[in-house]
């Protein structure tokens, strides 16, 4: 099992605010560390959940993500099965 955690930046879509994410992702096969860092640079602006759903379509493996945005934790998780 590979475990691979990268931090990026996005805005939210509704209020302007720069959120930080927390990205983790658990594969048994190579992710190359360019191909994260490129999937997530591309990430300008979103939802949380939308964010999570492009990654999940870029990347392959286990992913969650983790945020807080208005004072509230957001979760995500993404099944690679």
Same mark, same amino acid.
């Given at each position: 099992m590979n475990i691979y955690r990268h931090t990026f930046a996005a805005v939210?879509?509704?209020?302007?605010? #720069?959120?930080i994410y927390r990205l983790e992702i658990r594969s048994l096969v190579m992710i190359h560390v360019e191909h994260i860092k490129?999937?997530?640079? #591309? =990430?300008?602006?979103?939802?949380?959940?939308?964010i999570a759903d492009r990654l999940a379509e870029i990347l392959s493996g286990d992913q969650t /993500? /983790?945020?807080?945005?208005?004072? =509230?934790? /957001?979760?995500?998780v993404r099944l690679s099965g």
């Open positions: 939210c879509p509704s209020d302007g605010e #720069l959120i490129t999937a997530t640079a #591309l =990430i300008k602006k979103g939802w949380h959940e939308q /993500i /983790i945020a807080t945005h208005q004072g =509230i934790e /957001i979760e995500t």
